[in-house]
């Protein structure tokens, strides 16, 4: 009876050593990779909205997805389109994107107010997101931008571009 019950302890402050080994092996992977890729892309979105009725195209592009909807709120009309993605195609989306020119694109002022529809992107990093309304007018730094734009527009639907 007695070796049994020292079996048992043991295994019992074994497991109360082995645990924290084991969390404070997983946390330094996640903080190591957290690290490398500080500014890597991991989510681009791209919407058209405004216009006196209320037209909207949203296109949001993750690494393995692709999600469109457009509409017209006036008249209550609205579809949406999604897709998965290779890490190829991911690859192909965001090549035109240089992150390290994110901080410097210049958005301009909205053109909603007067019946016209913004151009907006968010770009997400783990450090941060970057939004733009109408960047076009930064006609140095939307390049990139634009080229997203064009090669996102081979991959999704007519009626969504």
């Known amino acids: 009876m007695m070796p049994a019950r020292k079996n048992k302890s043991l295994k019992f402050l074994f497991s109360i050593f082995l645990l924290p080994a084991f969390f404070s092996c997983d946390g330094k992977k996640e903080q190591t990779s957290g690290q490398k890729n500080a500014n890597e892309i991991t989510f ?13 195209k949203i296109i949001k592009v993750t690494k393995d997805s692709i999600h ?8 209550r009309i609205h579809t949406e389109w999604d897709s998965a993605i290779s890490a190829h195609t991911w690859e192909y989306l965001i090549s035109s994107i240089n992150t390290k020119d ?4 210049q958005s301009s002022p909205s053109k909603q107010s007067v019946d016209g529809i913004d151009e907006t992107f ?14 076009y007018a930064d006609t140095v730094h939307y390049k990139q931008l634009k080229q997203f ?4 527009s081979i991959i999704i639907p007519k009626e969504y571009r």
């Not at 994110?102 to 694109?105: E, V």
């Not at 968010?122 to 960047?135: E, F």
């Not at 734009?149 to 996102?152: P, S």
């Open 44 to 56: 681009i979105s791209l919407s058209n909205i405004g216009g006196d009725q209320g037209d909207y």
């Open 68 to 75: 469109a909807e457009q509409g017209i709120t006036a008249r």
């Open 102 to 105: 994110l901080d410097i694109i």
């Open 122 to 135: 968010q770009i997400r990093t783990p450090k941060k997101a970057h939004i733009y309304v109408n960047s």
């Open 149 to 152: 734009k064009e090669q996102l």
